[in-house]
């Protein structure tokens, strides 16, 4: 490549990726911890007490009400009303949302908003879930789908973090920032009595 620095992105990025197939490589052995440390540089000490801080001044939320609760179908209408929102605004928007059975959490791949079958959640927690994933994931995939350099639409290397940071404060903008999301431990309870 000519270019030093599109050689510099794209050096950085392939790194990146061989990073995570050699951890990724090392799931259950004790190399996969020092591989995501490599990876992801770790955690700073200041940064981890603060979140343990965190974590002792929140209280999470016991049981919600049912009426407090939306499901995965509630969200993927939440989502396809936002995804409409732009298109209005750019009628090349082409994302979609799935529900499905193999996937236990809920995530953005290549644009595309994928969503456990199973998944509950605070209704103020999906606006903010709103702002996070299609907000902010989904629509970087597709800004990055029509600018010259392709790679922005799966992110430079150590975007993550930045990307994550974005999302994050979405959700405190949107005053869904809560101290817990999932409800493991009454999720199933509830699952039985909405279906």
Not at 17 to 37: A, V
Not at 45 to 72: F, G, H, T, Y
Request: glycine share 6%; with cysteine; proline share 3%.
């Amino acid at each position: 490549m000519d270019d030093p620095a599109m050689s510099y992105l794209f050096r950085e990025k392939r790194e990146e990726l061989d990073q995570q197939i050699t951890m990724l490589n090392e799931r259950g052995t004790r190399n996969f911890f020092y591989n995501s440390i490599r990876l992801y540089k770790g955690v700073e000490r200041m940064l981890c007490e603060e979140a343990e801080q965190l974590l002792k001044d929140v209280n999470e939320v016991e049981k919600p009400p049912k009426d407090e609760l939306i499901d995965s179908r509630g969200f993927s209408s939440m989502a396809r009303q936002e995804f409409e929102y732009f298109r209005q605004q750019d009628s090349n928007f082409k994302s979609r949302v799935h529900i499905r059975k193999d996937v236990n959490i809920m995530m953005v791949s290549k644009g595309e908003l994928y969503l456990p079958d199973d998944y509950l959640m605070r209704k103020k927690e999906a606006m903010a879930l709103i702002q996070h994933e299609v907000g902010t994931h989904v629509l970087t995939f597709h800004n990055g789908s029509w600018q010259p350099l392709q790679q922005l639409k799966i992110g430079l290397a150590d975007y993550d973090p930045l990307q994550e940071g974005l999302a994050v404060m979405s959700e405190y903008l949107v005053d869904g920032l809560t101290a817990n999301l999932g409800y493991v431990h009454w999720q199933e309870e509830w699952l039985q009595e909405l279906h």
